[in-house]
Every structure is written in C-alpha cells, then in structure tokens.
C-alpha cells in the first residue's frame, strides 16, 4: 500500500490542473441547474437522483432484480436491462454509512467522475503529453451533456473504468486492464468496446511477437514468457463480467445467452446497424422547424464521423481506435432512445483528442477563453435539458 501511495501522489499532482479545471466545470453545471430549477420550481436534487435511470438504478439497489412495467402498448420495461455494478456499489454504501440508496448513487458518480476525468488525464498525457491531457479532461466536462457525468447515472462509473483499463494496456499492465474490462463489463452493455480494445491489443502484440520471434535458418522460436501469460491472463479475464450477467439473464429468464436481447426487446432497443435512427432523421423533413434539427443531428453525427477518422488518421493507438470506434457503433446503431444518443457517445472520449491537440497547441489565453465559454453554454443547456420532460 505504502508503494502505491508513493506512486499515486507524483501522478495525481500532474493530473492536479486537469482534476481542478474539471471540478470547476462541473461545479458550474451543478450550480446553474440549481438556479434553473429553483426558478421552475424543482428540484436540481431530485432530477440528478430520482429520474429516469437514475430511479431504476435505486430500485435494482433497494428491491434487486425483478422489478418490471407493464405499458398501455405491451412493452415490458424490466430492471434486468440495468448492469448491477452501479448499484451494487449504491447497496454498499448505503449499508456502511447513512446515505439513502439515491445519495449513494449521487456520490458514486461524482467520486467516479473525478476517476474518469483523471483517467482520461492520464491516457492522453501518456499518449500527446501533459498539456494535451489537460486539455482533454476540459472537454470531456464541457461536453453538452456533461450534466449527465453528475448523475446517479452509470456512465461516469463506465467510463473511469473503461479509461483506466485502455492507460493499463497502455502501460502493459495486462491483468489491470482485463480485471477493469471485466468491471466496465458488469456496468453497461457498452462494456463490450473495453472487452474489444482489450482483444485488439492483446492479438496485435500477438502478431507482433510472432513476427519477432520468427526462426531464422536453425534458430528457434524463443518460448513465451510471463509477458505472453499476463497477456493471456487478461485477455481472458476481459469479457468476463458482461458475460456472466448476460449469462445470469439468461438463466432467469428461460432464454439462455438470447434472455438479455429479449429484455432490450422490452424496452424497443436492439442493434439494426443505424436503420431506424436514419429514419428518425429522415421523418424530421417533414415540415420546416423540425427539418431545422434533422440538419442538426446530420451535423452531428458528421462531425462524429471526422472526429473518429481524424484520430485514425493522427494515428492513435490501437486500443483507443478499437473503443472509440465499437462505442461510436453501438450508440448511433441502436434503434431507440434517439434522444439519448448524446449521452451515449460521452464515454468515447479519444474522439475528443484531436480537438485536445488543437487547444493545447493555441495560447494559454486562447484556449481559456474558448473553454470558459463552452462551459457556459454546456452548464444552461445541462440546465434546460434535465428540466425539459423527457429523459436525457
């Protein structure tokens, strides 16, 4: 413990600006939607604790699995669709200190937002430096829907995990990576994008490893060593945890390995390759005002095309490549909760490393100012958006 302490603080005074910048954003975020939802008569509290999946996350905490609802329409909404780490981690700390299950969810997430942020920090330092990382962390919390990183939401929780994991396999840290992959995995669906950059790297350094042990005339092939097993070791732990939740789906449902799909079925949420998104965005056509906003989500999602080729092309690592790209598909190939999409996309955070480099490349000044004024707009659209009806 005491090695660990010595070389977590060097790291975490690096990491110091980026960690400060961060919670300054988000205390700005925080403090406008309390001033927002005062002046409609609401409670900031409650939207970031006690909606929407936040509600459903509790309930799993409070009642465990089993929980479901029944629409006019006959969908079933059942809790199975929510991974348990989330609330697992609300059970238990609700049981250690007097925090109610809602509470415990609210300070998981921010004590995993500052996680994630300093994760984030530390794969783009180790990667395009210091300054860069800073940068990135910046922009990750003044994403527009950066409120969502202090909800009682699983996404910060995901992606402190996911961020963590990629800096391991960065850093050769193989049964770190693969026990954090298997952790994302019991966390969200898209835990499978960790699992993948996991398996991409570990099979890279495999071709990799054979080229350079090819025998040359009598030479023979070097046998594999603790590298090769620890590599293995956490390939292997990697899809473990999304793999048995899916399995324990499954086996209460009847279903076998299909009972997970038929429980997103219930909710109107599969995989279709981005077909009934690209009509939602056809449907706004239709009239004027709402043609307005198809242009929008078409800027949008052309934007998130550049970005991934952009970081292609600046040749991030593999491992970054695989996650951004597999969270990226699995976002905008989802067939409902079009209105989500946003917040779906917010744990791809390589895809914010090229805009990164560009602000770490601008004046001091420059670039302050251009953060400090996306954090305004993000904080009254964080601010509109939780106030707004339906679910962000």
């Known amino acids: 413990m005491t090695d660990l302490g010595t070389r977590a603080e060097p790291a975490l005074r690096r990491a110091a600006p980026a960690l400060l910048g961060y919670a300054a954003v988000r205390a700005l975020g925080l403090i406008t939607l309390v001033l927002w939802s005062a002046a409609r008569d609401k409670s900031a509290y409650t939207l970031l604790t006690a909606r929407w999946d936040a509600l459903w996350y509790t309930r799993v905490a409070e009642l465990g699995y089993g929980y479901e609802v029944r629409l006019p329409n006959g969908d079933v909404h059942s809790n199975l669709a929510f991974f348990p780490l989330l609330p697992w981690l609300e059970r238990l700390l609700s049981w250690v200190t007097p925090l109610s299950y809602a509470d415990a969810g609210f300070v998981v997430s921010l004590l995993a937002s500052l996680l994630a942020a300093w994760g984030v920090f530390a794969v783009t330092d180790h990667v395009y430096g210091r300054r860069a990382g800073v940068c990135a962390v910046l922009l990750w919390a003044v994403l527009p829907v950066g409120i ?13 995990l996911a961020a963590w994991s990629l800096y391991a396999l960065l850093t050769g840290r193989w049964l770190t990576a693969g026990l954090l992959a298997s952790l994302a995995g019991l966390t969200r669906p898209v835990g499978l994008a960790v699992v993948a950059a996991v398996w991409a790297a570990g099979i890279a350094a495999l071709l990799r490893d054979r080229r350079d042990r090819a025998p040359s005339g009598s030479e023979r092939i070097a046998p594999r060593g603790a590298t090769t097993a620890a590599r293995a070791a956490g390939m292997a732990l990697a899809p473990l ?12 449902t009847g279903r076998g390995p299909l009972g997970y799909l038929d429980v997103q079925a219930g909710w109107r949420n599969g995989f279709d390759g981005g077909y009934a998104f690209a009509r939602f965005v056809a449907d706004k056509f239709t009239s004027l005002p709402s043609a307005l906003a198809g242009v ?11 970005l991934y080729v952009t970081c292609v092309r600046q040749g991030q690592p593999l491992p970054l490549l ?6 990226t598909a699995l976002a905008l190939c989802a067939s409902s909760y079009f209105g989500s999409k946003p917040r779906l996309l917010m744990p791809a955070f390589p895809l914010l490393l090229p805009l990164a480099l560009a602000l770490a490349r601008a004046r001091t000044r420059r670039s302050a100012g251009v953060i400090a004024v996306i954090a305004t707009a993000s904080a009254l659209y964080g601010a509109f958006w939780l106030n707004g009806s339906g679910p962000p």
Do not use: P
């Open 322 to 327: 695989v996650y951004a790209g597999a969270v």
């Open 148 to 160: 969502v990183q202090s909800m009682a939401y699983s996404e910060s929780l995901f992606t402190a």
């Open 296 to 306: 929008g989500l078409i800027v949008g999602v052309g934007l998130v095309v550049w």
């Open 241 to 252: 945890g999304a793999a048995a939740y899916v399995l324990w789906v499954g086996h209460r």
